[in-house]
């Protein structure tokens, strides 16, 4: 049972204590700034380009870098301009790289798709991934993903389901 109370009146809740513990080192983090006088983020003021068509989507994800530090990457197809933020009708997916011994693995999220509708390309260093969802009028996702290790093109495997894209990348071994 992963909810049982332990002796000293804490709950275990199993396998799950890694990712409170992060999650508690985030928080951590952004406390020590805050006390700092940084800011994390803040932003106001009016969004352009808004009509009943277009809808804004946005959001980030927060990862644990390597040396401890949290990296924030932004989705959705609200960009920051000069002249505030602006609603664009291409959306920046969800995208987690990893960087394995021999391969590469890339996840985006591109609910709302199917798989023909989807675009992988590598030029050179740099993954572009898009796709237009014909039966979702105004779903469109595009990602340039830099990658950080050379890879080799011939090796591209993909794979799609349930909203995930997965492609797999062979490393070219140095």
Do not use: C
Not at 28 to 57: P, W
Not at 120 to 149: F, N, Q, W
């Amino acid at each position: 049972m992963i909810d049982k109370k332990k002796a000293d009146g804490n709950i275990d809740i199993g396998g799950l204590g890694g990712i409170f513990s992060g999650l508690a080192k985030l928080i951590e983090v952004a406390g020590n700034l805050e006390k700092n006088g940084e800011k994390i983020f803040s932003k106001t003021g009016d969004l352009k380009g808004l009509d009943e068509k277009l809808k804004g989507v946005y959001g980030f994800s927060v990862k644990m870098g390597g040396h401890g530090s949290p990296i924030v990457e932004k989705f959705g197809n609200i960009k920051e301009t000069e002249d505030g933020p602006i609603i664009e009708d291409v959306r920046e997916p969800i995208v987690d790289v990893f960087v394995e011994d021999t391969q590469v693995m890339i996840l985006a999220e591109l609910p709302g798709v199917e798989e023909k509708e989807i675009v992988v390309e590598l030029k050179e260093d740099v993954l572009v991934v898009s796709a237009t969802a014909k039966s979702v009028p105004g779903r469109k996702y595009a990602k340039e993903i830099l990658l950080e290790v050379p890879v080799l093109a011939e090796t591209i495997e993909q794979h799609y389901r349930n909203g995930i894209l997965e492609i797999k990348i062979g490393r070219q071994l140095v």
